[in-house]
T-cell receptor, first 116, second 114 residues
């Protein structure tokens, strides 16, 4: 099946710094990728839809200046958490739709962000 | 806005038992309903899905049923095994289009006791 990777798998940073997370579709081209946030023992909350070559579509309540999304190619989307604070600590997961696989969503392994 | 409710939040069964997890959706335009299994600290994995043109789909020990009139769908697991222990999420979407987003349920923690 289609494979989606994420890097890094975990990161610890100081409050006020910015952190970039990469999401790659390894064996297919994805015009659309999605970014989710998951708190412990909770569901996946969609943050934004990342569209190749255009601006991301953010869900209500998600600050676009705080969570910068760039989808510069058909295989790469990045999420940058700017000026991170402890409340941004979470598990961030991306997914990508495979157009050759009934547009099924394949998930990355996630990135554990801890802000001190 | 769109909403998916999932019940129960936790489930504990004995190995070999059958179990059911239920979801209700609010968006009547939804027509694609996947189920995901997520083990601790890992990515969600699609285990089965159903589209609105069918009422039931089965894959070995798991099955999904859909009632479009009532706007609810259920995951059925038979002959449960310890390796079935995980969190299960239902989701709903307006079809498999490239930009159609998934709305997830709140999850069910299933524990299968050996």
């Amino acid at each position: 099946g289609a494979v989606v990777s994420q890097h890094p798998s975990w990161v610890i940073c100081k409050s006020g710094t910015s952190v970039k997370i990469e999401c790659r579709s390894l064996d297919f081209q994805a015009t659309t990728m999605f970014w989710y946030r998951q708190f412990p023992k909770q569901s996946l909350m969609l943050m934004a839809t990342s569209n190749e070559g255009s601006k991301a579509t953010y869900e209500q309540g998600v600050e676009k200046d705080k969570f910068l999304i760039n989808h510069a190619s058909l295989t790469l989307s990045t999420l940058t958490v700017t000026s991170a604070h402890p409340e941004d600590s979470s598990f961030y997961i991306c997914s990508a739709r495979d157009p050759d696989n009934y547009n099924e969503q394949f998930f990355g392994p996630g990135t554990r962000l801890t802000v001190l | 806005g769109e909403n998916v409710e999932q019940h129960p939040s936790t489930l504990s069964v004995q190995e070999g038992d059958s179990t059911v997890i239920k979801c209700t959706y609010s968006d009547s335009a939804s027509n694609y309903f996947p189920w995901y299994k997520q083990e601790l600290g890992k990515r969600p994995q699609l285990i089965i899905d159903i589209r609105s043109n069918v009422g039931e789909k089965k894959d070995q020990r798991i099955a999904v049923t859909l009632n479009k009139t009532a706007k609810h769908f259920s995951l059925h697991i038979t002959e449960t095994q310890p390796e079935d222990s995980a969190v299960y999420f239902c989701a709903a979407s307006r079809g498999g289009g490239a930009t159609n987003k998934l709305i997830f349920g709140t999850g069910t923690l299933l524990a299968v006791q050996p």
